[in-house]
């Protein structure tokens, strides 16, 4: 199906076309955003709200200091391990603006996965946070990294109150096990070194790689997609074509330097770099960085002090935040976009929230490897729940059968993607390349789906998550929907196991709420609601699921313990 199949089902306000040479890379972007926004609010987090001068000001004085105090050269790999912190975006966009490849790594990174990304990637310099100092000790001499710097979390707030929040962290709290890295630079001292000297701009192209991001690595080891200045760009430019819808009073619904957006999914999160780093960037917007969002009540207390007009999440926050007894007082006045993404949306999870904020949740679709949104809902009343929408400007979706033939509207088959933010490749693996990307551009995204007559594309699951049941397909998705619009289920998972009269059977994990739930009645909730094959042949209670640290439930590791 071509791009432009999808352009009259647009919403009034987005355009059918894209301007791919309106930023000459993501450094351009950023630059521009910097002195069209100086004054505004570009940051906030821990009380301290960095304005988009600050933020140009900080980072050139990072970048600066990574020319004149390493050797590292454009093209060099830079990792940078923090969570939802202001050091963050300062490091980022000061690493880019020396030209250099940002490696997001995942702060919660076991010692193996550490030592298979920092070795793949080949990073020559690391920012990390010094709660993660004895994970790097440990692993260090096993990877090519040169270069250490180190950040504390009271790095950028006052000299007292950052004093304070370093001691809470490590001596109070005891956060910070024990290291020794004498070598390691703080980061505060990059920052004041770098001030006094001069950042020398970097010529870059959109063909060049911008980030290195690992793929989550739920299957095998994570392998890094070549996102590519254009990539982050394109994909960049593409959803706010989508924030560019009329809202009920005829104006775009994200404008210029207006907006709140709260910001709980981590940063080194390709959805999260997307939305944050770039959109709201872009368009000189504000955003509230949410360093722990597993710490609901903390969470709760903090959207009580904005007026916010946007959330990303997904559903297991989503939950969560409804869950807790102060969420619904909150003032939802402003609150006109929450995007969904990362993991399908429960409908129940959708209906609750609509009911609680006044706003639909709008849930969209990506992957790492296409920088990441590949397709969204439009907002409001537009929406359609159960599906991931259409495909934003300049992509074009495609289903595939077992042999590599396209199929027809209404087919069930294997989802392709082709556009501008589809990754340039994997990093130093040719062969993944190949198996993943066609000649003609199109990425195999190992995702059954439905494009349905009217465009909307339904997501029925991943490939190899697939049961057969008797010679049926079961999807477990569509059994976990079902299961958690029941009042008692908190959270649930289904995989395949082996049976040796109908080759697999479903099996049901679920995590009760309070109050708890019984098997019987579990078992009876889903003969109600499926047919006989689809029924879960065994149900096991559970305290808590396995979950990657942005919510995604691990299937695999279900898989392995079962």
Same mark, same amino acid.
């Given at each position: ?66 020319? &004149? $105090?390493?050797?590292?050269?454009? =093209?060099? @790999?830079?990792? *940078?391990? !923090?969570?939802?912190?202001? #050091? ?26 550490? &030592? $298979?990304?920092?070795?793949?990637? =080949?990073? @020559?310099?690391? *920012?990390? !946070?010094?709660?993660?100092? #004895? ?10 990294i040169e270069y250490l710097i180190e ?141 722990n969002p597993r710490d609901i009540p ?265």
């Open positions: 199906m071509r791009a432009d199949f999808w352009n009259d089902k647009r919403p009034p306000g987005v355009p059918s076309t894209l301007d791919l040479s309106a930023y000459a890379s993501v450094v351009d972007v950023f630059e521009r955003a910097c002195s069209r926004f100086a004054d505004r609010p570009a940051f906030s987090n821990l009380g301290v709200t960095l304005t988009y001068a600050d933020l140009d000001r900080e980072s050139a004085a990072f970048a600066a200091w990574l020319q &004149r $105090h390493t050797s590292l050269q454009p =093209g060099d @790999r830079i990792a *940078v391990q !923090m969570p939802n912190v202001l #050091q963050y975006p300062i490091a980022v966009f000061g690493a880019l603006r020396a030209g250099l490849v940002v490696v997001n790594t995942n702060p919660l990174y076991t010692e193996r996965e550490m &030592r $298979h990304q920092f070795r793949d990637s =080949g990073a @020559r310099a690391l *920012v990390y !946070m010094n709660l993660f100092g #004895q994970r790097v000790q440990k692993v260090l001499a096993d990877t090519g950040a504390r979390m009271g790095d950028l707030l006052p000299a007292l109150k950052g004093w304070l929040v370093n001691t809470v962290v490590d001596k109070l709290k005891k956060m910070v096990p024990a290291y020794r890295l004498p070598q390691a630079v703080p980061f505060r001292q990059a920052l004041r070194q770098g001030r006094e000297l001069h950042y020398s701009k970097v010529p870059c192209t959109l063909e060049e790689v911008a980030v290195l991001q690992y793929t989550g690595g739920t299957t095998g080891l994570a392998k890094g997609a070549m996102l590519t200045h254009r990539n982050l760009v394109a994909n960049m430019l593409q959803v706010l074509a989508c924030f560019a819808q009329q809202g009920p009073d005829g104006q775009p619904l994200i404008r210029e330097g207006q907006e709140v957006m709260i910001a709980p999914l981590p940063l080194y999160h390709i959805y999260a770099f997307t939305a944050n780093c770039m959109c709201m960037t872009a368009t000189g917007n504000h955003n509230v960085l949410i360093t903390a969470f709760v207390k903090e959207l009580g002090k904005w007026r916010f007009s946007a959330l990303l999440g997904l559903n297991t926050l989503f939950v969560a935040l409804m869950d807790h007894p102060d969420f619904k007082a909150l003032d939802f006045s402003a609150l006109k976009v929450t995007n969904s993404g990362g993991t399908a949306l429960v409908t129940a999870t959708a209906e609750r929230w609509e009911t609680l904020t006044g706003c639909r949740i709008v849930e969209g679709y990506g992957l790492t490897e296409t920088s990441p949104v590949a397709s969204t809902n439009p907002y409001g009343a537009l929406a359609r729940l159960g599906t991931v929408g259409i495909p934003v400007v300049g992509t074009a979706f495609k289903v595939i059968d077992e042999q590599g033939q396209a199929l027809p509207l209404g087919e069930r088959g294997e989802l392709c993607i082709q556009g501008p933010q589809v990754m340039k490749g994997y990093w130093q693996q040719p062969e993944a390349t190949a198996e993943a990307l066609d000649a003609d551009g199109w990425f195999k995204t190992g995702d059954i789906a439905v494009i349905d007559a009217d465009g909307y594309t339904r997501i029925v699951d991943r490939k190899k998550d697939m049961i057969i049941v008797s010679g049926f397909n079961v999807y477990p998705n569509e059994i976990e929907d079902v299961v958690m619009s029941h009042p008692q289920v908190a959270s649930c998972a289904v995989i395949g196991v082996p049976d040796e009269r109908s080759g697999e059977a479903v099996k049901l994990f679920v995590v009760p709420r309070a109050g708890g739930v019984s098997v019987e009645e579990l078992k009876a909730f889903c003969k109600a609601n499926f047919t006989g094959y689809k029924v879960p042949k065994q149900i096991v209670l559970r305290d808590s699921l396995p979950m990657t640290p942005v919510g995604k439930i691990l299937r695999r590791e279900l898989r392995d313990t079962a």
